[in-house]
T-cell receptor, first 112, second 114 residues
Framework: DGGITQSPKYLFRKEGQNVTLSCEQN?????MYWYRQDPGQGLRLIYYSQIVNDFQKGDIAEGYSVSREKKESFPLTVTSAQKNPTAFYLC???????????FGDGTRLSIL | GNSVTQMEGPVTLSEEAFLTINCTYT??????LFWYVQYPGEGLQLLLKATKADDKGSNKGFEATYRKETTSFHLEKGSVQVSDSAVYFCALLFMNTGFQKLVFGTGTRLLVSP
């Protein structure tokens, strides 16, 4: 079955540590996205990529970095510069244009 | 700007009750509208969509009609089940300098009791 796989499901970070969240899709979608979800809030866009080797900042990119070396993969690194990293992170992908985004099951990041 | 406003939750219903979750939007241009559902500990699943005014999206007994005159996209279901308990997100999609941007409401939690 085609879909989006995020790993790990739960991740713990020590203060001052960078961590990388994995996102892989086999839907052959060009566009991929990272969102952050905080309790009682909607999703906020961190980064997006429309094509391999290209990505753009979203609304809350500070303290995060991404890469898009392969069409299938869009990893997100939460750096030590992100002062409040505890959240639920969701990856999504879509065909270009006015098409719905498909989401992975998310990674919950917590600070030790 | 573009924004989505949903009714505050939680919405608590008994099984077989009628459900309405209100959603209104502000948008420039002609957005597409979506409802997504999130079950505990999971990602978002697309529930239904509408791409132009007067379109009705429907899936699994849920319906929503794109009302341009009232800028609304209310979610309805005639008879809810316990398994419908989840968080529901209304979202609008618009094109921004060549890429699609989704704007989400804050979500409405639905709790259905037997």
């Amino acid at each position: 079955d085609g879909g989006i796989t995020q790993s790990p499901k739960y991740l713990f970070r020590k203060e001052g540590q960078n961590v990388t969240l994995s996102c892989e899709q086999n839907l052959n979608h060009d566009a991929m996205y990272w969102y952050r979800q905080d309790p009682g809030q909607g999703l906020r866009l961190i980064y997006y990529s429309q094509i391999v080797n290209d990505f753009q900042k979203g609304d809350i990119a500070e303290g995060y970095s991404v890469s898009r070396e392969k069409k299938e993969s869009f990893p997100l690194t939460v750096t030590s510069a992100q002062k409040n990293p505890t959240a639920f992170y969701l990856c999504a992908s879509s065909i270009q244009g006015r098409q719905p985004q498909h989401f992975g099951d998310g990674t919950r990041l917590s600070i030790l | 700007g573009n924004s989505v406003t949903q009714m505050e939750g939680p919405v608590t219903l008994s099984e077989e009750a009628f459900l309405t979750i209100n959603c209104t939007y502000t948008a420039t241009g002609y957005p597409s509208l979506f409802w997504y559902v999130q079950y505990p500990g999971e990602g978002l699943q697309l529930l239904l969509k509408a791409t132009k005014a007067d379109d009705k999206g429907s899936n699994k007994g849920f319906e929503a009609t794109y009302r341009k005159e009232t800028t609304s996209f209310h979610l309805e279901k005639g008879s809810v089940q316990v398994s419908d308990s989840a968080v529901y997100f209304c979202a609008l999609l618009f094109m921004n300098t060549g890429f699609q941007k989704l704007v989400f409401g804050t979500g409405t939690r639905l709790l259905v009791s037997p």
